[in-house]
């Protein structure tokens, strides 16, 4: 949780008075300094320190900084009379009136609206799958023109709201995911354990041009994978092939050993995804002047958590593809997007092509090997499931004789 508040603000400590605060507690000024603007909490021996020399308790201080802990809610909940006078009833209105779509197809409704004041139009319960791939708050020019630059505590009030409004609206047994920087999925969690139950981080391997000095390189987007209930209504996820070598076609991996007991479908998906390409090159960027998602992200995550009928809904349109990929999986899809539509709506009018290379994602999956893979190895010499089969069955046989 982020607040405005910050140490110094809470106390009333500022630049006259802080070396008495410092002779008094003895913490140095930098660590103070550190507390104050990196908006931490003190802690140990530093935040008894701290409320002595101001006469507060530990928790009043953590409340006023915004921050909640078991410790704190304890006390909030025992004081629900006194809570009744600070925050009185007020009746819950939803906005039933939903706007009219910008573009629609057989199976979508796209609405040029900010996601927040559309959500408050949609009834509990809604939807059955929800990804969102909100803005990184990186200062990126969208062509939206939205202000991608926010203060901190801003931008988590705001990725807050959107949220919580999903989750009001994604059904029972529905799965929720948010493809974010791990940075800020980090702040999300408290919110999202508090209404659903955690399935997985998903850490999509994805590398940046340059290291960031002072920093271990970043390497991966951070996928959080929610669902509404004890257990989600939806998951079959995808099986992957073996990995072996590009030029030699040998394995990479010996999984143990047991070729023969090897599923024939392919590999159990864990939740590292090392296969899952940027969108780099103009011959398949669909949008101008911001990223993309790839096409092969959304099928697999679509495929992974509905099925066909279902309703799928992202918040931030971008360039479509989540709506693509529903529509080409026979899902009904709404979504929502404050910039430009066209390059959305251009989209639907190749879908054939989109289709095309859907296939061919979906052709290299649910199989231990490739058709191809499987001829180039059995020329080779290497094993295969078939070579495997007879080899076993033959050893069967001697052993019956």
Known sequence: MITTNTLFKTLGINNKNLLSVVNATGI?????KYY????????GRDLEKICDFFQISPNYLKLRLGFLDNSI????????????????????????????PSFQTKLGKLYKQDCISFLKTIEDNSFDVIFADPPFNLNKLY??????SLKEEEYIAWQEEWVYECIRVLKPGGSFFIWNLPRWNTYLTPLLNS???????????????????GRLYPSHYSLLYYIKGAKANTFHPDRLPMEICPNCQTDLRDYGGYKDKMNPLGVNLSDVWYDIPPVRHSKYKKRKGANELSLKLLDRIIEMSSNEGDIIFDPFGGSGTTYIVAELK??????????PLEDIINRFSVLDEEKEYLQNIRAKLNCLFTEKDLKTRAKLGLWTPESVRKKKELANSLFDN
């Open 36 to 43: 104050n603007d990196s908006k931490k909490i003190p802690i």
């Open 28 to 32: 140095s000024k930098e660590t103070l």
């Open 330 to 339: 026979n899902r009904s899809w709404v979504g929502t997007e404050i910039g």
């Open 195 to 213: 209404h659903l139950t955690f399935k997985h981080w998903i850490s999509v391997d994805v590398k940046y041009s340059l290291p960031i000095p």
């Open 143 to 148: 062509p939206s023109k939205m202000n991608d």
């Open 73 to 100: 809610l304890d006390v909030l909940s025992s004081e629900t009379e006194c809570l009744k006078k600070l925050f009185p009833y007020q009746p819950f209105v939803l906005n039933k009136g939903c706007p009219t």
